[in-house]
């Protein structure tokens, strides 16, 4: 465990006696005998970190965001690849069970053609430092709405608003475009009377509702929609061929069993299984990536008064 705060070490070292604390960083990269290190610090030392580790020949699993420009992001990818080490990135909700199952009832077309999905992601605090609402939060939220519309995003466009007075967005409305006219729209905020962590998947037949703080219906399908039906005739007058009236429909609630366990104990165990050849990583270099490049163009946006911008 490497920590610079001495309070933390004197902690973990008397939690975790058996593992070895360090407050040097040199010492866990010339370390011969460690395979692979989780970067779990600021995501403005990502880069450095990630590509010193891959550099002395680590395998390194890097937490959300990758990095906090396309630029660093695309070194780190590159820099795995000429290593040839694995190079994971902490999308930790591609590995919850919850989320995995919206996905499979999307691809068994349950819910008909996926028009739109949102995300909230508030609550009050943790308000950081070294980077801004978004790329604090969204992350996640970007890799779900990537993950469960299965294709590359096409433009993202932001708003963000700076009420605490600070030099970074606490609140930040994101808007993100795939192809088919899909959409994805996220609401995050570290400055919110409730803890909410959602996501609402719309389809033309059904609807489902994804709620990370439910206990024990963490995944709802609710047959919801409208209908298009001709418009019948009146006793003034036939209604023109080819005219429709659209009609609202409300059906049952079905709550689908998830064998749920820990996200993030799936996400390090698939690590692991990378780093000894049994399994390619789910969340590679490119996955990270290609959040890292829709907050940025998010990012270019929110500076430019709202405009989308193209994110390939």
């Known amino acids: ?48 970190m990630a590509i010193r580790a891959l550099d002395a020949g680590k395998h390194v699993l890097v ?22 080490r694995v190079l994971l990135v902490g999308h930790t909700f591609e590995y919850n069970a919850a989320v995995r199952k919206v996905r499979e009832l999307i691809a068994a077309g349950d819910i008909g053609e996926l028009y739109y999905l949102y995300s909230q992601r508030v609550n009050l605090g943790r308000v950081r430092n070294d980077c801004n609402a978004m790329w604090s939060l969204a992350p996640h939220d970007v890799s779900i709405a990537n993950f469960l519309i299965g294709e590359p995003p096409i433009w993202a466009s932001a708003t963000g608003h700076r009420f605490l007075e600070n030099d970074r967005e606490d609140v930040v409305f994101l808007n993100i475009g795939y192809p088919g006219g899909r959409i994805a729209h996220v609401h995050v905020s570290w400055l919110d009377p409730n803890k909410i962590r959602r996501t609402t998947v719309v389809g033309s037949e059904k609807m489902i509702v994804y709620d990370e703080l439910s206990a024990n219906a963490k995944v709802q399908v609710f047959d919801k929609g409208v ?15 080819g005219e429709f009236q659209f009609q609202t429909r409300t059906g049952d609630i079905w709550i689908p069993n998830v064998d749920f366990a820990e996200p993030l104990r799936a996400e390090i165990a698939h690590f692991v299984d990378c780093i000894n050849g049994r399994a390619e990583p789910l969340t590679d270099g490119h996955n990270g990536l290609a959040v890292v490049r829709v907050l940025a163009a998010a990012q270019e946006s929110m500076e430019n008064g709202g405009t989308p911008v193209d994110v390939r």
């Not at 209908?227 to 061929?241: E, N």
Request: net charge negative; charged share 25%; hydrophobic share 40%.
């Open 1 to 48: 465990m490497c920590e610079l705060d001495a309070r933390r070490v004197a902690e973990i070292a008397r939690q975790y006696p058996n593992v070895s604390v360090t407050q040097s960083f040199d010492d866990v990269v010339g370390d011969p005998s460690i395979d692979g290190l989780i970067l779990a610090t600021p995501a403005s030392t990502h880069a450095d």
């Open 63 to 84: 937490e959300k965001p990758l990095s906090l420009t396309v630029e660093e992001g695309a070194r780190i990818v590159a820099e795995a690849e000429r290593c040839g």
């Open 227 to 241: 209908s298009k039906v001709p418009l019948q005739g009146s006793d003034y007058a036939a209604p023109p061929f």
